[in-house]
């Protein structure tokens, strides 16, 4: 493939990894956040665990926009889609997140006009098809996705399509990795900087980690000789006493990020003043909802939703596994009674879900040579 | 121009590129400025419309990082890095 092969060449990755063994001090233990959910998914699919020294540790971040959605917005969404004359739209993995009484597919067994789609625009095309229904988009996504939504809500307003709304759940990364450094539970030592939002955001909005923090980050890819020399750059940071943004993934992330999609972000979103994280509670100004400018396509002024907060069931740990505080096969419930198939936290519905990444690739507990 | 919808979505992989902080490389095949739109394929000869405002101007045979239907970034060879 163009411009990938050459990310997964096999001799280069045990050349990075043998890299990174002399990096690793003896006896020093070494606890990295990737950040992101599409870098656990790497992680696990290509066994870049097994590379690493028994010292260095990946510990896996909320990065996982499904993961993060709490039931309570999941219970507001499957509301909305049962009034009358509804055409509720949203991703795939959206639709199996657990309400707390059901789930937006148990929803649409049940009578619900409930649709997959695979973008923003996808679910516009559905309400110019249906001029006589009220379509509505659940959005959910970091910076990554949010351009996505804010330009089909502008292309909404300029095609004139008034059967469109939007439940906007966009959350953005930086608040909750400020909350999880101020997490008295967890010691990090380093960051891999989720390279897909960052080509958004850029790599700009991280440098409060090694300012503020003294926390070395790097952004990456998801090939992996992406990730392998990600982590080969922060131990290289570590050794030499520097800690500073990175950019490993030089080739799609520009460091000041996609200037239009900020203004195009900033046109049609705001922040709220507080959104509700699976298993990290409460962050300020961490979710995105419609601006005044944008606040007629707001599905949820358009319609009555509960907006009632449902508290995680209680065998679920996936806030410890968010957090980074336990592995995925520590929780009581993994692979026994929180499988893909019945997932009882969020961690185990997306396949960017640390608990699903594991249970798939088979990775329930190893033992690993000590350096 | 105008460009065709794309096909049915479907959301089988196991890797869910739209929910995940994911991207997937498509090279642009047709461009259609009028509507701010580009026919792409990806690397298995999937086609999709994207919407390219994000990434504009485009040209036919570019690279482009694709989430959720929107370019949110070109993507260049290693050797042809940008810059910062």
């Known amino acids: 493939m163009k411009f990938v092969d050459e990310f997964r060449d096999a001799e280069l990755g045990r050349a990075v990894a043998g890299e990174i063994l002399s990096l690793v001090e003896p006896g020093r233990h070494y606890k990295l956040m990737e950040v992101c959910g599409g870098h656990t998914h790497s992680i696990y699919k290509y066994g870049i665990d097994d590379l690493l020294p028994a010292n260095v540790e990946l510990v896996h971040g909320p990065g996982c926009p499904v993961c993060v959605i709490p039931m309570g917005r999941v219970d507001d969404g499957i509301a909305l889609a049962h009034q009358p004359g509804v055409i509720f739209t949203c991703f795939g993995d959206m639709m199996r997140i657990p309400g707390s009484d059901g789930s937006l597919l148990d929803a649409k067994a049940a009578g619900a006009d409930i649709r997959m789609v695979y973008s923003p625009l996808d679910a516009l095309r559905i309400a110019k098809q249906n001029p006589d229904r009220e379509v509505v988009f659940f959005a959910i996504g970091f910076e990554t996705t949010a351009p996505s939504t804010a330009l089909t809500l502008k292309r909404a307003r300029a095609e004139g399509v008034k059967n469109f709304s939007c439940m906007c759940s966009h959350v953005t990364i930086v608040p909750p990795l400020r909350a999880l450094l101020e997490s008295p539970d967890l010691r990090l030592d380093g960051f891999i900087g989720p390279g897909h939002v960052s080509t958004v955001v850029g790599a700009r909005p991280f440098e409060f980690i090694p300012a503020d923090y003294g926390k070395p980050v790097v952004i990456a890819g998801f090939e992996p000789l992406d990730i392998l020399q990600a982590i080969e750059m922060i131990l290289r940071q570590l050794k030499g006493g520097r800690c500073e943004v990175e950019n490993q993934y030089k080739r799609v992330v520009p460091y000041a990020g996609n200037l239009r999609a900020l203004e195009v972000l900033s046109e049609v979103f705001e922040l709220r003043p507080h959104f509700e994280w699976r298993g990290l509670g409460f962050i300020s100004h961490s979710g995105l909802k419609l601006s005044q400018a944008y606040a007629d396509l707001d599905a949820e002024l358009r319609f009555s939703v509960p907006g009632l907060r449902v508290a995680d069931p209680k065998a679920c740990q996936c806030g410890e596994v968010l957090k980074g505080v336990i592995k995925p096969w520590e929780c009581k419930v993994f692979g026994t009674a929180c499988t893909p198939e019945r997932p009882i936290g969020t961690c185990m519905v997306s396949s960017e879900g640390a608990c699903a990444a594991y249970y798939n690739f088979g990775r329930f507990a190893r033992e690993r040579e000590v350096v | ?84």
């Open chain 2, 1 to 84: 121009m105008t460009i065709g919808a794309t096909a049915e979505p479907a959301c089988g992989s196991e890797h869910c590129i739209t929910c995940g902080d994911d991207g997937e490389p498509m090279t642009v095949i047709k461009v259609d400025r009028d509507r701010g739109l580009a026919l792409c394929a990806d690397d298995d000869g999937a086609r999709a419309t994207v919407e390219t405002a994000l990434v504009e101007p485009i040209e036919p045979g570019e690279r482009l990082l694709v989430h959720a239907g929107t370019a949110i970034a070109h993507v260049y060879r290693a050797e042809d890095e940008v810059a910062g």
